[in-house]
Structures are given as structure tokens and as C-alpha cells.
């Protein structure tokens, strides 16, 4: 039996049994999404009519390696934890929800992979 | 567990839509769209590290018809995604949460969000 009283396990807990966490994190990654995702988005203007070479170039430089990674990261995992709130929201068939869950963190772990792995592809080259 | 039919309290088609609420909304409908615009952007990395051949396949879909649209829609849920995320930010902090603060704060977001979409499509993205 636990001597900890009902406050004390429900401190920084909540019904979701993680506590504040998806909550935060979805701060965490915004404020970092802010900076990153404006600074992507000049850099695929200046290549949308860009021939193959100049698009490689872009993505020869480390720091652009490194950021490029982090924004991957983090729009993924705040991708993730946005669908997640709104299929807990609107689906409220229970089999159906787990499966949309696991295919939603599927998806965005699976194109996160293939993002990142392209980015490094091209910065190690 | 069985499901009850319980009567639901009066919710969203009760009320006149207000501004505060149609951007609430569109905050949601524009970050579930940007799952679009991840694929796309993931496509078109993809595109670059596998080669010549392929990333000339990829800007063919982009810069076709059904592409171009399916582009604008990323552009303008991006943005509208970004700078109202931004005004949830202040609110979080405690921030603009009066009536007419948060109006007009959303507002700018409106204005703001245009303008980043149109300045976008110009200078690059379009045609």
C-alpha cells in the first residue's frame, strides 16, 4: 500500500498520469518552431525555382545541418502532440482512437525519420 | 460500458460566431492541414538527397495545378499557424486575455498571417 495521500499523487499529475508534460512540451517546441519555421521558409523561397545542384548546396553547411535537424524534431514531435489532443477530442470510440493514435505516431515518427535522414544525407556528403 | 444517451448542454451551434472562436477553430483545422505540408516538405528533402532525376519529379508535381493549390493551402495554414500560435504564447504568459485585447490581437493575426502568405507566393513560390 502507498502511505502518499490522494493530493500528493495527483500533484503535477492530472488525469492524463503525465502531468503537465504534454502540455509543456508543446510550449517548448512552439517557441522553437517560431525562429526555425521562419527561417525555413525564406530558405525554400530562395530554392523554389532552384535547379538540383544550388538545392544540394543549400544543405552542404553544418549549421544548417543542425537546424535543419532541430526543426525537423521539433515540428514533428509538436505535430504529434497536436493530433494527439484532437483525435482525444473528437473520437470518443475507443478502439478507433488507439488505432488512430498509434498510426497518427507512426506517420510522424516515420516522416520525422525520413526528413532527418535526408537533411544528414546531404550535410555529410 | 454502455453509452447513454444523456441530453448534451447547449454547445457550438447555439452560439453567433465570434472572432475569438472562428480563429480558435482555425487554429486546429490549419495545424491538422499542416500534416499535408509536412508530407510535402518531407517529399521534396527526400527528393534533393535521392538525386536529379527524382527532385525534377517532385517540382513537376509541385508546380502542376493540383500541386500549386495544395501549396498555397500550406503556405497560408503555416502562417496562420505560426502567428496565432504565437498569440496563444502571450496568453499562456498571462497575457492579452481581455475581451477587446484578444480581438484585436487576432486581428493582427489576420492581417499578419495575409501578409506573410502573400509576400511568400510572391517573391518564390508561385508558378
Redo the contacts between chains.
Sequence with gaps: MSYRSPLGRVRGLGSAKDGTHHWWMQ?VT??A??PL??WF?VK???L??AD??T??TA?ASPLVTALALILIGA??YH?KL??QV?IEDYVHHKPTEVFLQLAQTF?CTL?GL??A???L??GLL | MAQAERPLSPHLQVYRPQLTSVLSILH?VA??A??GG??L??WW??G??I??AY??KVKGVISSTVGQVVLFGFVAA?FYH?CN??R??FW?AGKLLEIGAAERAGWLVVLASAALTLV?WY???GG
Design positions: 510550449r512552439a517557441i518552431l517560431v519555421g521562419l521558409a525554400i523561397v530562395r523554389a525555382h538540383w545542384e538545392a544540394v544543405f515540428g514533428f505535430l497536436g493530433l484532437v506517420l516522416l525520413l526528413g535522414i535526408s537533411v544525407k546531404l | 486546429r495545424g491538422v499542416l500534416i509536412a508530407i516538405l518531407v528533402l527526400v534533393i538527397a538525386g536529379p527532385y525534377a503555416f505560426l500560435g504565437v496563444h504564447l499562456d511568400t517573391f518564390g513560390m
